[in-house]
Nanobody, 121 residues
Framework: QVQLVESGGGLVQTGGSLRLSCAAS????????LGWFRQAPGKEREFVAA????????TYADSVKGRFSISRDNAKNTVYLQMNSLKPEDTAVYYC??????????????WGQGTQVTVSS
């Protein structure tokens, strides 16, 4: 099993920046990488960005391209999400998740507890 802990959320004004962190522990060797998802009140969870440990291949949702940047530090088993030019519509609980060898690449079943990001208008 892999344990994930998000941090770095908070309240920021429109146009501001935040940097989220997701620290992984446990059987990290069984994971391909980490992804970030978010869920706003009354809305479905949506994909934000993902990165692999091995090749550092990245994927972004269209809504955050050019504003968000995902990166990783393999030595620290940590993935970061740098969020710039934040908008009120970015307000959500942000979760990190791992895709594992057990379930398959791109299938996220290990989740952190989430961190709240609030962007004021």
């Amino acid at each position: 099993q892999v344990q994930l802990v998000e941090s770095g959320g908070g309240l920021v004004q429109t146009g501001g920046s935040l940097r989220l962190s997701c620290a992984a522990s446990g059987r990290t060797s069984s994971t391909y990488g980490l992804g970030w998802f978010r869920q706003a009140p009354g809305k479905e969870r949506e994909f934000v960005a993902a990165i692999t440990w091995s090749s550092s291949s990245t994927t972004y949702a269209d809504s955050v391209k050019g504003r968000f940047s995902i990166s990783r530090d393999n030595a620290k088993n940590t993935v970061y999400l740098q969020m710039n030019s934040l908008k009120p519509e970015d307000t959500a609980v942000y979760y990190c998740a791992a895709d594992t060898v057990r379930y398959g690449r791109g299938i996220y079943k290990n989740w952190g507890q989430g961190t709240q990001v609030t962007v004021s208008s």
